[in-house]
């Protein structure tokens, strides 16, 4: 039987991590949030297909510097990144390190959730061929 996908939040904003988590729950997907990255790189552990949902600026580790980390260390867990802050470079920046998607807050939950379902959908198909 195949694993359970989860989409993992990563926001420094409470009612964005609960909202988006709400989303998430409702569309059926478990959900683990994070208001830091270094919360997230604690307690992650790569056990199925996933998500993540990834806010650029918060305190600490900013979601760009996560995101490459997690690219040197080769995790494919693909990223979905939201931000209120965006420009062109945040941008370029984040697809070219490998981001599925790039939101600016305010963004329709819809939107999200589209981003979500096609990230997982791309993650289940590598985890079935055997490259989590």
């Known amino acids: 039987m195949e694993p359970e996908a989860t989409v993992f939040v990563v926001d420094d904003e409470p009612a964005v991590l609960e909202a988006v988590a709400e989303m ?22 790569p056990i199925g297909p996933g998500c993540l949902v990834l806010n650029v600026r918060m305190p600490g580790k900013s979601g760009l510097e996560l995101q490459n980390e997690l690219a040197r260390t080769g995790n494919t867990l693909p990223v979905i990144v939201i931000t209120g802050y965006a420009n ?4 370029e920046e984040a697809m070219k390190a490998g ?4 939101l600016r807050k305010p963004f329709r939950m819809q939107e999200l959730c589209d981003s979500i379902q096609k990230a997982i959908q791309s993650d289940r198909e590598k985890w079935r061929a055997g490259e989590p």
Not at 28 to 36: D, E, I, N, T
């Open 88 to 91: 062109e470079r945040v941008e």
């Open 24 to 45: 998430v729950r409702t569309i059926g997907l478990r959900v683990q949030s994070y208001h830091s990255a270094q919360e997230f790189l604690e307690a992650y552990k």
């Open 99 to 102: 981001a599925v998607d790039f």
